[in-house]
Nanobody
Framework: QVQLVESGGGLVQAGGSLRLSCAASGSIFSINYMGWYRQAPGKQRELVAGISSGGSTNYADSVKGRFTISRDNAKNTVSLQMNSLKPEDTAVYYC?????????WGQGTQVTVSS
């Protein structure tokens, strides 16, 4: 079992920045990939950014150049630095962890970007 706890969401004006963090606990040795997804009202959940255990990253086209995902293996955390935020970034952001078996989700944190 893996537990994920997110923090760092909130309300910010367009053009501003936020940093999301996700702390993993439990069977963290089994995690091979962590990422951030988001879900806006009436829309499907979508991948925002991900990072493998080897450090390879991938990003949604809509956030490339604005968001940066990073991972601290010593602290078992993954972070998402979000810059130049836009109103369309407004969503609930979920931390995600994959293993060779199950995958896991955090409880979600709200990010609201006002215009």
């Amino acid at each position: 079992q893996v537990q994920l706890v997110e923090s760092g969401g909130g309300l910010v004006q367009a053009g501003g920045s936020l940093r999301l963090s996700c702390a993993a606990s439990g069977s963290i040795f089994s995690i091979n990939y962590m990422g951030w997804y988001r879900q806006a009202p009436g829309k499907q959940r979508e991948l925002v950014a991900g990072i493998s255990s080897g450090g390879s990253t991938n990003y949604a086209d809509s956030v490339k150049g604005r968001f940066t995902i990073s991972r601290d293996n010593a602290k078992n955390t993954v972070s998402l630095q979000m810059n130049s935020l836009k109103p369309e970034d407004t969503a609930v952001y979920y931390c995600h962890a994959r293993t060779l078996g199950p995958f896991y989700w955090g409880q979600g944190t709200q990010v609201t970007v006002s215009s």
